[in-house]
């Protein structure tokens, strides 16, 4: 069994940065892969960001050259750095564990999901 556990959410201005935190425990974090999702009200959960065990990265579109993805393994925690965040990144946040033998930018190579964190951009 994994525990994720997000914090790092909020309300926040347009053009302003959140850093979101999952903290990991119950397995070896530093042995799979991790990722982020986020819902918005009455839109499809999507992956937007991930990172593999050995450091390789995804973002979707929607987030490249805003949002960067990393990990500590040594403190068993994955980050997200939101930069110029726009009011369509309004949505929960979720973190994710999979492991290392599938993708990472899709859904089914995740086993095990957070409860989420709030994110909400003003305009």
């Known amino acids: 069994q994994v525990q994720l556990v997000e914090s790092g959410g909020g309300l926040v201005q347009a053009g302003g940065s959140l850093r979101l935190s999952c903290a990991a425990s119950g397995r070896t974090f530093s042995s799979g892969n991790m990722g982020w999702s986020r819902q918005a009200p009455g839109k499809e959960r999507e992956i937007v960001a991930a990172?593999?065990?050995?450091?390789?990265?995804y973002y979707a579109d929607s987030v490249k050259g805003r949002f960067t993805i990393s990990r500590d393994n040594a403190k068993n925690t994955l980050y997200l750095q939101m930069n110029s965040l726009k009011p369509e990144d309004t949505a929960v946040y979720y973190c994710?564990?999979?492991?290392?033998?599938?993708?990472?930018?899709?859904?089914?190579?995740?086993?095990?999901w957070g409860q989420g964190t709030q994110v909400t951009v003003s305009s």
């Open positions: 990172i593999s065990w050995s450091g390789g990265t």
């Open positions: 994710a564990a999979g492991p290392a033998g599938r993708t990472f930018a899709e859904f089914y190579g995740y086993d095990y």
